[in-house]
């Protein structure tokens, strides 16, 4: 059974329209995190949930925003997509920080063209 | 901030070759995990180290965290084609997110 879910898998997006990508978890963790990985990268934090607590990197661009309206589902919105964030994005999930497993989602590929 | 450096970014191996990867932690490390991504997958966890000089096995895969908890090693034995992707640690000091090395991508040659 999925346990942390993205939708689209795939987002084609135009330069400068704004896109969102959600996630949703079935595992009730307190935690929620969004991750960039481009090619051959590692995931970087761009920002996470603790609860309703939201703590952003401090060099994530203002063009990303993030949203948990509740426990299950965050979003990540990118309010002008630029050519430079195409990226995968990645969708974690831990029941706390210290010494917990993140749950990472399957990713949603953005194009932008 | 904390850095988390990881080595080699890439390894090349002969299938039945034994494969290594080194993470160095700029900071103690309250804990260090390890992740393999699958080449077009996402991240899925490994393994937890917790405890100075703990060595973990998982069938061909050893882990070892060091007794400073500043580094971490993983190797693979007899490698097989199954075990290509790239694999990262992850370590954190304290009650703080993760910070992931940059991965060792290994590809194994049949």
């Known amino acids: 059974d999925a346990m942390v879910i993205q939708n689209p898998r795939y987002q084609v997006t135009q330069f400068g329209k704004p896109v969102t990508l959600s996630c949703s978890q079935t595992l009730n963790h307190n935690v929620m995190y969004w991750y960039q990985q481009k090619s051959s990268q590692a995931p970087k934090l761009l920002f996470h949930?603790?609860?309703?607590?939201?703590?952003n990197e401090a060099d994530t661009p203002d063009n990303f925003q993030s949203r948990r309206p509740n426990t299950s589902f965050c979003f990540l919105d990118i309010r002008s997509p630029g050519l430079g964030d195409a990226a995968m994005y990645l969708c974690?999930?831990?029941?706390?920080?210290?010494?917990?497993?993140?749950?990472f989602g399957p990713g949603t590929r953005l194009t932008v063209l | 901030g904390q850095q988390v450096m990881q080595i080699p970014q890439y390894q090349h191996v002969q299938e039945g070759e034994d494969f290594t990867t080194y993470c160095n932690s700029s900071t103690t490390l309250s804990n260090i995990q390890w992740y393999k991504q699958r080449p077009g997958g996402h991240p899925v966890f490994l393994i937890q180290?917790?405890?100075?000089?703990e060595v973990k096995k998982q069938k061909r895969l050893t882990f070892q965290f060091g007794e400073a908890k500043k580094n971490s090693s993983l190797h693979i034995t007899a490698t097989q084609t199954t075990d290509v992707g790239t694999y990262f640690c992850a370590g954190r000091s304290g009650n703080t997110p993760l910070v992931f090395g940059k991965g060792t991508r290994l590809s194994v040659i049949a």
């Open positions: 180290l917790v405890k100075s000089g």
């Open positions: 949930y603790y609860d309703k607590d939201f703590n």
């Open positions: 974690a999930t831990s029941r706390v920080y210290s010494g917990d497993t993140q749950y």
